[in-house]
């Protein structure tokens, strides 16, 4: 059974960093891509960024960009989302997803349940 999990999220003041981390068992995510969505309180979900089985990243979200970054170890079957100058707008549960070959908004085959992130002004 594939299950991505998620940890690192907590409370943390604006301008602070945190680091998200993916887990995945049950696939090796050296043959998949992997995305980072958000759910802020009251509003839809959204596509933050993705890795792809390649190594590619792909920022969907310009509010992150030079922020957040991506990145991936296929040893241990972990991604990361690494969050810099975070903004109480950045508040969110933050989960990541599983899809195939390449990086998309949609079409994630596994999800997590997420790990909630907490900005104070």
């Known amino acids: 059974q594939v299950q991505p999990v998620e940890s690192g999220g907590g409370l943390v003041q604006a301008g602070s960093s945190l680091r998200l981390s993916c887990e995945v068992s049950g696939l090796s995510l050296r043959e998949h891509s992997i995305g980072w969505f958000r759910q802020a309180p009251g509003k839809g979900r959204e596509a933050v960024i993705c890795?792809?089985?390649?190594?590619?990243?792909?920022t969907f979200l310009h509010s992150v960009e030079g922020r957040f970054t991506i990145s991936r170890d296929n040893i241990k079957n972990i991604v990361y989302l690494h969050m810099n100058d975070l903004r109480p707008e950045d508040t969110a549960v933050y989960s990541c997803?599983?899809?195939?070959?390449?990086?998309?908004?949609?079409?994630?085959?596994?999800w997590g349940l997420g790990t909630r992130v907490n900005v104070s002004p």
């Open positions: 890795v792809s089985r390649r190594n590619f990243n792909l």
């Open positions: 997803a599983v899809r195939g070959d390449y990086c998309s908004k949609t079409d994630f085959d596994y």
